[in-house]
């Protein structure tokens, strides 16, 4: 019999590859007759004792298989051929290339007397001695090598058979679990008895598998109706633990007691619930013996728990609550629950803490946040409801109405219409920013947001628009001074958000036209820029006929700008008197501006001259046309002299100036003597601080 027929051929590559190696056996080999086991080891030590390293689990240290012994069975001839052929790979030039061929063994190697009867022995012996954490009497190697013949030798199926055999026999014999029925045995005890005998049947396993790993690759792989070694010992456990119903659930009672506890603040061995939880997945139970139950004590808590903080907190402090028990309980998906149990948990956290309270969170602290315009509570509160079903839906439909209602209260109250446009201005902006920070930019939340604003601007009929006009002219009259252009531009881009939500357009158009007569005629608008601007916006939003007009009135100004300049040249080429007036005429488009009524009104003979020298100036150039004067639109410049100090007022309407014209034919002891019957008569009071100055208080 030739011991060297026991094992396979060695591959050529790997001959070549690890020639060093191969020259450091060879040089062993002169000293030390090779065994067929030693040739066998360059090919198999490596693999098994990566495959024993590898099985090794929380920090167990397994031998080095490449430093075992090996076989008894010894054959020279056979070893020295291989040592030749070595010899010839390690003796060979760089550039040399030759092929060696290996033939396959004729005969099927057998087995020596009772070889098989003592290996069972030996690894009865092994297994028993690893069950109980004895010391093992034979090497890991020799253990593994044993395995590998008997499986060689088609006696598999009776050492997989005796091994579970053995497995059996020591889990219920060794497991002893009706030492736990007992009532009287603390839960944390209990618990930390079973995680023990656990991890000690885990690392038994570990290395039972590491022994018989040739038998868990072959003959196991081979029957798909067999467990795997790990598996079955796994599967044994199960069996074990399952038909003893009261200590599977007092283990289920006692982690479920744990997990109690920890929610209510106390701190628990989370290496324990992490170790046993595994347990019970490995096993397979997790879902039928242990996910159920714990999801049920879940909802009883946080319903209990839900109705309770409603109650005590405010709605800020139970959103920041809610939010902490969902950190929480993350926290415990990923340190010791089965990540299988994460959807069904936090669905169950959400259902309980914000599902079953979103009305009453809602109706009790939305308008609150929104009024104080608390962003960090709003943000939270987006970021949870959106994890229930409807939550944004209702949310959505509440911060609308809060828009409405608050709106309205704007918009109804007369007493507020000066500062009205303003307030919107500000809500707006207030609500633009919480719909942008708070709610992610949503789109749903901004569709609300205009529908509401349209909604109540329009509940007091033409009054919003009117108003609007009217801070339009205020922000573009040259008083306005607080102002830049660029701030004056962005002022104007908002109105017209507020502009598309009034159904009155044909108001404002109308108030803004009368503004923009005035703005124009007296030279009071802030800048032709901005003006034109607003021009262009009311043009983009309404289209070209809403602005036609308006456009009209600014051709006007420019054409007698033109005309003025033209006037002034003639004048001065024909010697023209005009008393010195220093005349400037609008030319204005009855269709485009605004309907004035005619008045009239007595002249001086200083304006009718210029007025009469105007209109031949401009019918000889423009015949068929008429003009119609309109002097109450006119403004003038006033001149008067107090205590011998000349002053100028800018700004004065025509008709005003005509009246204190009457004052300069009269004597000033008859204009004394009128004033003081006016005082008499509590019309008039003479001012404090200066005696000369008289306030009409009538």
Same mark, same amino acid.
């Given at each position: 019999?030739?011991?060297?027929?026991?094992?396979?051929?060695?591959?050529?590559?790997?001959l070549?590859?690890?020639?060093?190696?191969?020259a450091?056996c060879?040089k062993?080999?002169?000293?030390?007759?090779?065994?067929?086991?030693a040739?066998?080891?360059?090919?198999?030590?490596?693999?098994?004792?990566?495959?024993?390293?590898?099985a090794?689990?929380n920090?167990?240290?397994?031998?080095?298989? /490449?430093?075992?012994g090996?076989?008894?069975?010894?054959?020279?001839s056979?070893?020295?051929?291989l040592l030749?052929?070595?010899?010839?790979?390690?003796?060979?030039?760089p550039?040399? %290339?030759?092929?060696?061929?290996?033939?396959?063994f004729?005969?099927?190697?057998?087995?020596?007397?009772n070889?098989?009867?003592?290996?069972? !022995?030996? @690894?009865e012996?092994?297994?028993?001695a *690893?069950q109980l954490?004895?010391?093992?009497?034979?090497?890991l190697?020799?253990?593994?090598?044993?395995?590998?013949?008997?499986? /060689?030798?088609?006696?598999?199926?009776?050492l997989?058979?005796?091994?579970? +055999? =053995?497995?059996?026999?020591? !889990?219920?014999?060794? *497991?002893?679990?009706?030492?736990?029925?007992?009532?009287?045995?603390d839960k944390? *005890?209990l618990?930390?008895?079973?995680?023990?005998?656990?991890?000690?049947?885990?690392q038994?396993?570990?290395?039972?598998?590491?022994?018989?790993?040739?038998?868990?690759?072959?003959?196991?792989?081979?029957?798909?109706? *067999?467990?795997?070694?790990?598996?079955?010992?796994?599967?044994?456990?199960?069996?074990h633990?399952?038909?003893?119903?009261?200590?599977?659930?007092?283990t289920?009672?006692g982690?479920?007691?744990?997990?109690?506890?920890?929610?209510?603040?106390s701190?628990?061995?989370?290496?324990?619930?992490?170790?046993?939880?595994?347990m019970?997945?490995?096993?397979?139970?997790?879902?039928?013996?242990?996910?159920?139950?714990?999801?049920?004590?879940t909802n009883?808590?946080?319903?209990? +728990?839900?109705q309770?903080k409603m109650?005590?907190? +405010?709605?800020p402090?139970?959103?920041?609550?809610?939010?902490?028990r969902?950190?929480?309980?993350?926290?415990?998906?990923r340190?010791?629950?089965d990540?299988?149990?994460?959807?069904p948990?936090?669905?169950?956290v959400?259902?309980?803490? @914000?599902?079953?309270?979103?009305?009453?969170?809602?109706?009790?602290?939305?308008?609150?946040l929104?009024e104080?315009n608390r962003?960090?509570d709003?943000?939270?509160l987006?970021?949870?409801?959106?994890r !229930?079903?409807?939550?944004?839906?209702? =949310?959505?439909?509440n911060f609308?109405?809060?828009?409405?209602?608050k709106?309205?209260?704007?918009?109804?109250?007369p007493?507020?219409d000066?500062?009205?446009?303003?307030? =919107?201005?500000?809500?707006k902006d207030?609500?633009d920013?919480i719909?942008?920070?708070?709610?992610e930019h949503?789109e749903?939340?901004?569709n609300?947001?205009?529908?509401?604003?349209?909604?109540?601007i329009?509940?007091?009929a033409?009054?919003?628009?009117?108003l609007?006009?009217?801070?339009?002219d205020?922000k573009?009259?040259?008083?306005?001074?607080?102002t830049?252009?660029e701030?004056?531009?962005k002022?104007?881009?908002?109105?017209?958000v507020?502009?598309?939500?009034?159904h009155?357009?044909?108001?404002?158009?109308?108030?803004?036209?009368?503004?923009?007569a005035?703005? $124009?005629l007296?030279?009071?608008?802030a800048?032709?820029d /901005?003006?034109? /601007?607003?021009?262009?916006k009311?043009?983009q939003?309404?289209?070209?006929?809403?602005?036609?007009?308006?456009?009209?009135?600014?051709?006007?100004m420019?054409?007698?700008?033109?005309?003025?300049?033209?006037?002034?040249?003639?004048? =001065?080429?024909n010697?023209r008197? %005009?008393?010195?007036?220093?005349?400037?005429?609008s030319?204005?488009?009855m269709?485009?501006?605004?309907?004035?009524?005619?008045?009239? !009104?007595t002249?001086?003979?200083?304006?009718?001259?210029?007025?009469?020298?105007f209109?031949?100036?401009?019918l000889?150039?423009?015949?068929?046309?008429? $003009?119609?004067?309109?002097?109450t639109?006119?403004?003038?410049? @006033?001149?008067a002299?107090f205590?011998?100090?000349p002053?100028?007022?800018?700004?004065?309407?025509?008709s005003?100036?005509?009246?204190?014209l $009457?004052?300069?034919?009269?004597?000033?002891?008859d204009?004394?003597?009128?004033?003081?019957?006016?005082i008499?008569?509590?019309?008039?009071?003479?001012d404090k601080?200066?005696?000369?100055?008289?306030?009409?208080?009538?």
């Amino acid at each position: 019999m030739s011991a060297a027929k026991k094992y396979k051929p060695m591959d050529t590559t790997e001959l070549h590859e690890n020639t060093e190696n191969i020259a450091a056996c060879l040089k062993k080999a002169e000293n030390v007759a090779p065994t067929a086991a030693a040739a066998s080891n360059l090919g198999r030590s490596a693999f098994a004792a990566q495959n024993m390293n590898s099985a090794s689990t929380n920090g167990e240290r397994l031998p080095n298989f /490449s430093k075992l012994g090996g076989s008894e069975i010894r054959t020279a001839s056979t070893t020295s051929n291989l040592l030749n052929r070595m010899g010839a790979i390690h003796n060979s030039k760089p550039g040399d %290339v030759k092929k060696i061929v290996i033939k396959n063994f004729k005969d099927k190697p057998t087995l020596p007397d009772n070889y098989s009867k003592d290996t069972y !022995v030996k @690894l009865e012996e092994a297994v028993i001695a *690893i069950q109980l954490s004895k010391p093992i009497k034979y090497s890991l190697e020799e253990l593994y090598q044993a395995v590998v013949n008997m499986c /060689s030798h088609k006696m598999d199926a009776q050492l997989y058979a005796k091994l579970k +055999e =053995l497995t059996e026999q020591h !889990v219920k014999r060794n *497991i002893k679990l009706k030492e736990l029925t007992g009532g009287s045995m603390d839960k944390l *005890i209990l618990l930390e008895k079973i995680n023990h005998w656990w991890l000690s049947f885990c690392q038994q396993m570990i290395m039972i598998r590491s022994i018989f790993l040739y038998m868990d690759r072959t003959y196991v792989l081979q029957n798909s109706t *067999i467990h795997s070694i790990w598996d079955m010992g796994l599967d044994l456990f199960r069996i074990h633990f399952a038909q003893n119903s009261v200590v599977q659930k007092r283990t289920v009672d006692g982690l479920l007691t744990l997990i109690e506890k920890e929610r209510q603040g106390s701190t628990v061995d989370r290496g324990l619930l992490k170790s046993l939880v595994r347990m019970l997945c490995d096993l397979q139970i997790y879902t039928s013996s242990f996910e159920e139950k714990f999801l049920d004590a879940t909802n009883q808590l946080y319903k209990a +728990e839900s109705q309770r903080k409603m109650q005590e907190l +405010e709605v800020p402090e139970y959103l920041q609550h809610v939010n902490k028990r969902l950190a929480e309980e993350n926290e415990r998906l990923r340190h010791y629950l089965d990540s299988s149990t994460k959807h069904p948990l936090i669905y169950n956290v959400e259902k309980e803490l @914000l599902a079953e309270h979103l009305t009453s969170i809602l109706q009790k602290g939305l308008d609150s946040l929104l009024e104080d315009n608390r962003l960090s509570d709003l943000t939270l509160l987006y970021g949870l409801l959106s994890r !229930v079903k409807n939550g944004t839906s209702e =949310l959505c439909g509440n911060f609308n109405g809060f828009i409405k209602k608050k709106g309205r209260t704007i918009v109804i109250d007369p007493e507020k219409d000066k500062s009205m446009v303003q307030d =919107l201005l500000d809500f707006k902006d207030k609500m633009d920013v919480i719909v942008r920070t708070c709610f992610e930019h949503n789109e749903k939340f901004t569709n609300s947001l205009r529908e509401a604003f349209e909604f109540f601007i329009n509940q007091r009929a033409n009054k919003p628009a009117e108003l609007i006009a009217k801070y339009v002219d205020m922000k573009l009259r040259s008083g306005n001074k607080g102002t830049t252009d660029e701030e004056l531009e962005k002022t104007l881009d908002k109105i017209m958000v507020l502009f598309r939500f009034i159904h009155g357009k044909d108001v404002f158009e109308a108030f803004y036209k009368k503004d923009l007569a005035k703005r $124009l005629l007296v030279g009071k608008s802030a800048s032709v820029d /901005s003006e034109k /601007s607003m021009l262009s916006k009311l043009k983009q939003e309404c289209g070209g006929g809403f602005t036609s007009k308006l456009e009209g009135m600014f051709k006007d100004m420019e054409l007698s700008r033109d005309i003025n300049i033209a006037f002034r040249g003639h004048a =001065l080429s024909n010697n023209r008197d %005009v008393h010195n007036l220093d005349l400037c005429v609008s030319i204005l488009t009855m269709g485009y501006w605004p309907t004035y009524a005619p008045t009239e !009104v007595t002249m001086p003979p200083q304006f009718i001259n210029p007025q009469q020298i105007f209109n031949k100036f401009y019918l000889e150039k423009h015949s068929g046309r008429k $003009l119609q004067w309109q002097p109450t639109l006119g403004n003038c410049m @006033l001149r008067a002299q107090f205590d011998a100090v000349p002053k100028e007022f800018v700004g004065f309407a025509v008709s005003s100036r005509l009246c204190f014209l $009457l004052f300069n034919d009269k004597p000033p002891a008859d204009l004394k003597k009128r004033i003081e019957s006016l005082i008499d008569r509590d019309y008039m009071e003479r001012d404090k601080d200066n005696q000369n100055q008289y306030n009409y208080v009538a």
